[in-house]
């Protein structure tokens, strides 16, 4: 089965302007997507990278559910160093939709390449920790998302894979 197969079955429908795995679980599956800006139809895709391991997703979904937005959003505005991650982070994530976008601009004439991570329109107010734990997984240092992840559940993988056919 082929990767793009892979997570169509993690995610339950067709990946949108899927370009590649980013990072793969210990068991060797996809975890996080890496994205176009537009798909195919030139749609913008604000999420660069896409969690998709449902183990991660689950965790990750339980995080936010017990208010994880909110209180990451208010430790990145209290805290120099995890607003300085966040700044830098943001830049990379445009940087990079720029250059993944190679000129196009889509349906929305290019004004999607300026969102921050997730698609935020105001980066210092996270919208989605699910891209920032995908980003911070696909980009090693981005510390807000390092600390994300590491608040998670422990073990961060599961002992079998929740990917692979039984």
């Given at each position: 089965?082929?990767?793009r197969?892979?997570?169509?079955?993690?995610l339950?429908?067709?990946?949108?302007?899927?370009?590649?795995?980013?990072?793969?679980?210990?068991?060797?599956?996809?975890?996080?997507?890496?994205?176009?800006p537009?798909?195919?139809?030139?749609?913008p895709?604000?999420?660069?990278?896409?969690?998709?391991c449902?183990?991660?997703?689950?965790?990750v979904?339980?995080?936010?559910?017990?208010?994880?937005?909110?209180?990451?959003?208010?430790?990145?505005?209290?805290?120099?160093?995890l607003?300085?991650?966040?700044?830098?982070?943001?830049?990379?994530?445009?940087?990079?939709?720029?250059?993944l976008?190679?000129?196009?601009?889509?349906?929305?004439?290019g004004?999607?390449?300026?969102?921050?991570?997730?698609?935020?329109?105001?980066p210092?107010?996270l919208?989605c920790?699910?891209?920032?734990?995908?980003?911070?997984?696909?980009?090693?240092?981005?510390?807000?998302?390092?600390?994300?992840v590491?608040?998670?559940?422990?073990?961060?993988?599961?002992?079998?894979?929740?990917?692979a056919?039984?």
């Open positions: 089965m082929d990767d197969a892979i997570v169509a079955r993690q339950g429908r067709p990946p949108r302007a899927f370009r590649r795995v980013a990072v793969r679980c210990p068991f060797g599956q996809p975890a996080v997507t890496e994205q176009s537009y798909d195919t139809a030139g749609e895709f604000p999420t660069t990278f896409y969690l998709t449902p183990h991660l997703v689950a965790a979904s339980r995080l936010e559910a017990a208010g994880g937005v909110e209180r990451w959003s208010a430790s990145a505005d209290e805290d120099p160093q607003a300085r991650s966040l700044l830098e982070a943001t830049t990379a994530q445009r940087a990079l939709r720029l250059e976008a190679a000129g196009r601009q889509g349906a929305d004439g004004a999607s390449l300026e969102l921050g991570i997730g698609g935020s329109r105001t210092e107010r919208k920790l699910h891209a920032h734990a995908a980003f911070a997984l696909a980009n090693p240092g981005y510390t807000l998302g390092e600390e994300i590491a608040e998670l559940e422990q073990p961060l993988w599961p002992s079998r894979c929740c990917t056919p039984s």
